[in-house]
């Protein structure tokens, strides 16, 4: 877990890694989530409308996201808020590093809310999810 | 509304509007345990009753964004939303968690059309459309605003 005195303005954080996402887990979530656009999870039609591959749906990747930053925060209840914009397709295989930067913390540290830059980026270096949240982090001591 | 907007009079109409609250869902853990199962989630809220009461929960925890993907919530679907183009891509989602959701409880959704925009990008015209949903639990109590945006082209 992290405490509100590990964040400074301008601080990096690998917050988790997941996947190789497999067409496995795309079908589960597209069953899970009733999103059965074919897109994302039949190869066949992906290509015929001519995709590379099968396309990991948008808030399957923010719920990836959210798992890290939980892992990271030490709980769901320090997450306040999380906004996500999803610029980049990633298809099957993609393997996701999550990472955030800190961009505000409350200035006398009364609340412990610090707020991130987030985003996802794959195994060839592109950032295809950029987004922001909002935590409240307790003190240490 | 610009004079050119692709957007017809009868959807801007719809914006500001409501479907009212849809049908509820109960939480339940065998979905709340495929959800973990589909993003590779090892997180034990998820599976164990003894971690999630540790960490308050009444019941083994819904992950933050369950609501999205499980609850009746409302779509351009169910606005039935008339538009001239067709082919959608989710743009983004903003979400605010306000209270622990867990396994027993019911959630309802209501959501609201809050924009609709045309707009030339670079590859054509774009219509922007956002719903703004909030979930509510068996007490009546707000636990999540969820603010999708949709890409039409």
Redesign the interface.
């Known amino acids: 877990m992290h405490y509100f005195d590990d964040c400074t303005v301008g601080k990096e954080f690998t917050l988790g890694q997941r996947g190789p996402v497999t067409t496995e887990m795309m079908a589960r979530w597209a069953a899970g989530s009733g999103d059965f656009n074919p897109i994302h999870y039949d190869r066949t039609e992906a290509l015929r409308q001519g995709l590379p591959d099968v396309i990991i749906a948008g808030p399957m990747k923010f719920a990836m996201l959210l798992d890290c930053l939980t892992d990271w925060a030490g709980s769901q209840t320090a997450i306040r808020k999380a906004k996500t914009r999803y610029q980049g397709m990633d298809v099957a295989g993609t393997v996701f590093t999550f990472q955030a930067t800190v961009t505000a913390t409350d200035p006398d540290g009364q609340t412990g809310a610090v707020n991130l830059d987030i985003r996802a980026v794959n195994q060839h270096g592109e950032t295809t999810t950029v987004g922001e949240a909002t935590l409240v982090l307790p003190r240490r001591s | 509304m610009p004079e050119d907007s692709l957007i017809p009079p009868e959807t801007m109409a719809m914006v500001g509007t409501s479907t009212g609250r849809g049908a509820p869902k109960v939480v339940d853990r065998n979905?709340i345990g495929?959800?973990a199962?589909?993003?590779?989630?090892a997180?034990p809220?998820f599976r164990s009753d003894a971690a999630a009461k540790a960490?308050?929960y009444t019941g083994v925890?819904a992950?933050?964004?369950y609501p999205?993907?499980?609850v009746p919530n409302g779509t351009d679907r169910d606005f039935d939303l008339k538009l001239p183009l067709t082919r959608r891509?989710?743009?983004?989602?903003?979400?605010?968690?306000i209270a622990?959701i867990q396994e027993g409880d019911t959630l309802t959704a209501e959501t609201t059309l809050t924009e609709a925009r045309h707009r030339k990008g670079s590859t054509g015209d774009l219509i922007i459309t956002t719903f703004e949903t909030r979930y509510y639990n068996q007490r009546g109590e707000l636990v999540m605003i969820e603010?999708p945006?949709g890409v039409w082209r």
Request: proline fraction near 6%.
């Open positions: 979905t495929q959800f199962t589909a993003i590779g989630s997180n809220l960490a308050g925890a992950p933050l964004s999205i993907y499980n891509v989710r743009g983004g989602d903003d979400c605010e968690f622990p603010r945006t």
